[in-house]
């Protein structure tokens, strides 16, 4: 091991670092001056933008670079992912500390958690090993789990956390299991030579396929795709709402890209046995994640089933095996985790003196209370329903158009359709806030920092929509030429 | 003619961005708000009138092109046009723009910023949609459009307004996507979203058949065309004055529209195979609609049926060319049946919203839409009831007025075609003139209803001016159609020459043996 593969894996290093920094400093700090470990963990997440931008293997006119005798891997990909992880980080960050300090809860404990889990993301995006993929997971998993059970004296977060933990320790297991079988049948742990392997081997091989059964299984449990979805709804409803926006948009970068490196990157040759696995659990996610949503009173729940929908949709885009998809599925996440963060943040907007908002009728009459948030609020809904000009829109329509292209014709009409059902559920959101009169007059009070973030987070939803062209080419061009 | 100034972004984004600054301004500020409204439509609707006064009559070529990359990646261009077909709907847009924004000027008193500010944003969408050459942006405004209609009719609208404006976002909503898959089928076949490639782009009979029916799904509910009509009424009898205006006369022409942009050039030969479908929809429409209409207590639930039928004479129109064509491969005729359906938009346009300015100038004073608490409105509100009177005579195709003009052509385009369709067509004559007269006569005429019709107020010089403008438009187009002809004939002859050529490449024509 020389010295410039270690250079690779300095924003990982600095990350690290840093939580452990955090976590010392946090016992010499007096209560008062807790305001310091944000702006710590801010400036953690800064610089690891800035040091991951400054990749030199890009510099060096190399497409991808490896380190640690092959097992972490810097591409176009992972960096793009893990910058949007930073970004939505950074606006998690910022939500979150109002949260906390208003629920008594502002502890160093959650950002020492949330950047460990954040090393956990990156180290799966960059895995190239069967081993390190494993690593990231169960450093991310761990963390969640941990902040899951955060507010130690709320029985419905102790059961969510326990519900997650059990639940998620299967699915580690199923994946492992999966994985000592690829192992079994390949002789290595590495993808690249897996996927050597897998091409000679060919498609015939048993104990290949009953190995990718059950880590397509692992994977989409860690998704949350229909039919292993039940700890979703029950995890973002039980945990506090500061912790549901984190696991809501913040891991699910490190879902993309473990399943790609899993799917595409390892076992690319499987693509025919695996496509059939995960149509079922797109085409099942999507139909159930938008009629179960449409029963929902509680907002935290039915953003949980409209992020089962979403993820059903991110599937679609792994269907066709080709560039162009895994483009579409990215591009799809990203504009997920950015609409998912200003939904929560808005939840949390709304959340006043130890009562959350998590009541849909806590939107009633936002418009007349306040007329910009109301509006952010409104923009992340018609987002999320796929309406035109924003942004969701164009991640629902390139996924479609790379089912299309692979002759999924059938699947797309479903998924468009469903959509339109869907939508329902995100009206009734915009018809509380608009139509209805408000509850309480209460004033909506946030820091400023808060207000800046949420609205910038709304705006984005149009802007990126409007001027969609730059982040769909950095999605297009991570994957090809 | 490739113009120095943007004129179609101008047009486009002068009433969005002045709509968000509208909005911007606040609650507080309503004096100001309305009028920064006034005058951004005012300046909106000088440029169209600038457009229609340059826009070059002899061409059929597009004008006044904008083009611009927009995301390169796969190819989609911010690609502006305008032809015969737009400019007129343009015009139409600002123009009632306009109106609204002062029909609304004192009905309105809760959250008027909000209210002016989504009826400049919708202006714009719907400039966008006339004008928008390449296919996502053409679905971006289509779609977009939705937006501020779902919230005009939901804060503003009626007691029903909820389950009304969910109603008709679905609808739509559930529509235009199975054209956006079409969409994304052509681009993938094709390569481009260049509306304009698509029209030259072969097509086999059975994709032709299906994109066909995916544009079919999405305009036949905006237009709408029975029986995917039932959003309309609802959405008509909840939504304030002012949305049942834009939705009369714009929204429901975006579907005519569809039909002339993408349907009858893309796919023209399933367009020419399945316009026995489309023809008898639009019969059942006309005639059938037409007895619906007759038996309606609800002034805007009539007037939205009698939409429904009216606009049933533009799909007519449309379609009756084919037929026109399978008997006489000259055609002659066909080019009437196409202005028909065209000044028959114009003319619904401003004849449906001139009606439902009316029942709101009467809802405002008595809040009832119901025919039977009327009666006799015509001795207390006498300038009223004359501009009443005169635009129910051109809703049921007075001659002199603009509804003869585009019944009249699409009828005797018929004639070329069946007789049967232009008999059943011109049961519209009866049956229009049975609902709209006695609409009038119960409303109008007779003793007077009741005491609070005695005492109401005749029109402010406000109302005055609105009516007022739109009956020089219904008598200028009825008597005088020859610019509004003029602009579209090039157009409409160019459209006529290119649904006659199969689009159905050689090598299928061989193998299908033909």
């Given amino acids: 091991m020389n010295m410039s593969s270690v250079v690779l894996a300095v924003p990982e290093i600095w990350v690290f670092s840093m939580a452990c920094i955090i976590l010392l400093v946090d016992l010499f700090l007096r209560e008062e001056r807790r305001g310091i470990i944000h702006l710590l963990a801010m400036v953690t997440v800064i610089f690891a933008a800035i040091i991951t931008l400054r990749a030199d293997y890009v510099d060096q006119g190399l497409r991808l670079a490896t380190a640690f005798n092959g097992s972490y891997l810097r591409d176009p990909m992972g960096d793009v992912l893990k910058l949007f992880t930073f970004v939505v980080l950074g606006f998690v960050f910022i939500y979150a500390k109002y949260y906390l300090r208003q629920f008594r809860m502002f502890r160093a404990d959650f950002y020492t958690l949330s950047l460990l889990a954040l090393l956990g993301i990156m180290l799966l995006i960059s895995a190239n090993s069967l081993l390190m993929i494993y690593l990231g997971l169960e450093l991310t998993s761990l963390s969640t789990y941990a902040l899951v059970a955060y507010d130690r004296d709320s029985s419905k977060g102790s059961e969510a956390a326990m519900k997650y933990f059990v639940l998620g320790s299967m699915a580690s297991g199923m994946l492992l299991y999966g994985m000592s079988m690829i192992y079994g049948a390949t002789g290595s742990l590495d993808l690249n030579l897996i996927s050597t392997a897998v091409s000679n081997a060919g498609r015939d091989d048993l104990m290949l396929i009953f190995g990718l059964a059950f880590l397509v299984v692992g994977l989409a449990f860690k998704l949350g795709v229909v039919p292993f979805h039940m700890w979703i709804p029950d995890v973002y409803d039980g945990a506090p709402a500061a912790v549901t926006l984190f696991i809501a948009s913040v891991p699910k970068m490190a879902g993309f890209a473990m399943a790609f490196r899993l799917l595409q990157t390892g076992l690319g040759d499987l693509h025919a046995d695996w496509q059939q696995m995960l149509a079922v659990l797109a085409l099942l996610s999507i139909m159930l994640g938008n009629t179960a949503a449409i029963a929902q009173t509680n907002i935290k729940r039915m953003l949980a089933y409209s992020t089962i929908s979403h993820m059903g949709f991110v599937l679609l885009g792994f269907l066709p095996g080709s560039n162009e998809g895994y483009g579409a599925a990215m591009y799809y996440m990203i504009v997920y985790s950015l609409m998912t963060a200003a939904a929560f943040g808005m939840v949390i907007l709304l959340s006043s003196r130890g009562v959350e908002a998590e009541n849909l009728n806590d939107f009633k009459g936002l418009n007349q209370r306040n007329n910009w948030y109301a509006a952010i609020m409104a923009m992340v809904m018609f987002s999320m329903a796929g309406v035109p000009v924003f942004v969701g829109f164009f991640a629902k329509w390139l996924v479609i158009q790379a089912a299309l292209n692979a002759g999924l014709v059938g699947l797309a009409i479903v998924a468009v359709v469903f959509s339109v059902i869907g939508s329902f559920y995100y009206l009734r959101v915009v018809k509380l806030m608009y139509f209805d009169d408000p509850i309480t007059e209460q004033a909506i009070n946030a820091p400023v920092d808060f207000r800046a973030v949420l609205s910038l987070n709304g705006i984005l939803m149009l802007g990126l929509g409007v001027f969609s062209s730059s982040l769909i080419a950095v999605c297009m061009r991570s994957f090809g030429p | ?514």
């Fill in chain 2, 1 to 514: 003619m490739q113009s120095t100034w943007p004129v179609l972004s101008l047009l486009v984004w002068i009433p969005i961005i002045g709509g968000m600054l509208v909005a911007a301004l606040g609650e507080q500020r309503a004096s100001q708000v309305r009028v920064l409204a006034l005058l951004i439509s005012v300046v909106t609707f000088m440029l169209s009138l600038f457009l229609f006064d340059a826009f070059d009559r002899g061409s059929a070529a597009m004008q006044f092109v904008e083009n611009k990359p927009w995301i390169d990646t796969f190819s989609i261009q911010y690609f502006l046009g305008v032809d015969g077909f737009s400019v007129p709907l343009i015009l139409l847009t600002t123009f009632f723009g306009v109106l609204v924004v002062v029909a609304g000027w004192e009905v309105i008193r809760s959250r008027v910023h909000q209210y002016m500010a989504a009826f400049l944003v919708m202006e714009g969408l719907m400039v966008g949609v006339f004008s928008a050459l390449d296919g996502i942006l053409f679905y971006v405004f289509f779609e977009a459009m939705l937006i501020p209609m779902f919230l005009v009719i939901g804060m503003w609208g009626g007691p029903r307004r909820v389950y009304a404006t969910i109603k008709f976002f679905l609808y739509t909503f559930l529509g235009s996507v199975f054209m956006l898959v079409g969409l994304i089928y052509l681009y993938i076949q094709s390569g481009t979203w260049s509306i304009l490639a698509w029209h030259e782009f072969p097509l086999g009979i059975t994709t032709q058949t299906w994109l066909f029916a995916g544009f079919l799904a999405a305009f036949s509910v905006k237009i709408p065309m029975w029986p995917v009509h039932t959003w309309l009424p609802d959405a008509h009898v909840e939504a304030p004055t002012g949305g049942s205006v834009i939705l009369a006369a714009i929204m429901l022409k975006i579907g005519g529209y569809g039909f002339i942009r993408f349907s009858l050039p893309i796919t023209p030969d399933a367009s020419s195979s399945l316009d026995w479908l489309v023809i008898s929809l639009s019969l059942i429409a006309v005639v059938y609609i037409g007895f619906v209409a007759l038996v309606q207590q609800d002034m805007k639930k009539l007037i939205a049926y009698s939409s429904i039928s009216h606009m049933g004479f533009v799909t007519l129109g449309l379609f009756i060319s084919f037929a026109i064509f399978r008997r006489d491969a000259g055609g002659s005729g066909a080019a009437l049946g196409v202005e028909g359906a065209m000044v028959q938009m114009i003319s619904h346009g401003f004849v449906s919203g001139a009606l439902f300015l009316c029942v709101g100038v009467l809802y405002d004073r008595l809040h009832s839409r119901m025919i039977c608490d009327y009666g006799g409105v015509a001795h207390s509100m006498p300038w009223f009831a004359t501009f009443a009177v005169l635009f129910f005579m051109a809703n049921s195709g007075l001659p002199g007025t603009s509804g003869f003009v585009g019944e009249f052509m699409v009828i005797l385009a018929a004639f070329r075609a069946s007789f049967w369709y232009a008999f059943l067509a011109g049961l519209t004559l009866i049956l229009g003139a049975a609902y709209s007269l006695w609409l009038v006569k119960r409303v109008i005429f007779g003793a007077v209803g009741s005491k609070d019709v005695a005492a109401l107020k005749d029109i402010n010089r406000r109302e005055a001016f609105v009516l007022g403008a739109l009956a020089v438009a219904v008598i200028l187009v009825g008597l005088w159609p020859q610019p509004l002809v003029e602009v579209m004939h090039s157009s409409v002859n160019e459209l006529l020459v290119h649904v006659q050529q199969s689009k159905i490449p050689l090598a299928d024509m061989v193998t299908a043996g033909r």
